[in-house]
């Protein structure tokens, strides 16, 4: 249909996917099941630039799978696919902050999409986009 299609990664089924997360190697793993399905989408024609990628964090992932993902996230940019990252408001960042509920994880979030975007990432989900936003445009003054 022409439309852009996400491929997300997710260990496991979504009611027992944070259980026992295991990952040999969690960067590895993440980005060859990335990298295998986007080219299952070029070859059934979806086009390259209808193609973007997200690593799933919280979708099978113990809060150290997340925190090396994300701080490795530049690597996975070397798919050549946009990057989108979801990380606004999850747990990995209450665990961090020693338990803090989702409404109090505003600062945390805009800190994590800051921290992807220095690492490649070009598409964020989130909840508080009028900081998030502001955040990316002192990122992007600076980076110009």
Same mark, same amino acid.
């Given at each position: 249909s022409g439309v852009p299609v996400c491929l997300?990664?997710? @260990?496991?089924? /979504?009611?027992?996917? @944070? *259980? $026992? /997360? *295991?990952?040999? $190697?969690?960067?590895?793993?993440?980005? #060859? !099941?990335?990298? @295998?399905?986007s080219e299952a989408c070029l070859e059934a024609g979806i086009k390259r630039n209808h193609i973007i990628l997200d690593p799933g964090f919280g979708f099978g992932k113990s809060l150290q799978h997340n925190l090396t993902l994300l701080n490795e996230l530049g690597q996975m940019s070397g798919l050549g696919y946009p990057l989108l990252v979801g990380i606004s408001r999850k747990s990995?960042?209450?665990a961090l902050l020693d338990g803090? /509920?989702?409404?109090?994880?505003? !600062? #945390? +979030?805009? +800190?994590?999409?800051?921290?992807?975007?220095?690492?490649?990432?070009?598409? !964020?989900?989130?909840?508080? =986009?009028?900081?998030? =936003?502001?955040?990316?445009?002192?990122?992007?003054?600076l980076n110009n």
């Amino acid at each position: 249909s022409g439309v852009p299609v996400c491929l997300m990664h997710m @260990q496991g089924e /979504p009611r027992t996917m @944070q *259980e $026992n /997360p *295991e990952y040999g $190697n969690v960067l590895e793993e993440v980005s #060859a !099941f990335l990298r @295998q399905r986007s080219e299952a989408c070029l070859e059934a024609g979806i086009k390259r630039n209808h193609i973007i990628l997200d690593p799933g964090f919280g979708f099978g992932k113990s809060l150290q799978h997340n925190l090396t993902l994300l701080n490795e996230l530049g690597q996975m940019s070397g798919l050549g696919y946009p990057l989108l990252v979801g990380i606004s408001r999850k747990s990995m960042l209450g665990a961090l902050l020693d338990g803090a /509920p989702a409404d109090k994880r505003v !600062f #945390a +979030s805009v +800190s994590a999409a800051v921290l992807a975007w220095t690492k490649g990432a070009k598409i !964020f989900r989130v909840h508080d =986009v009028k900081a998030t =936003v502001d955040a990316l445009a002192v990122c992007h003054a600076l980076n110009n």
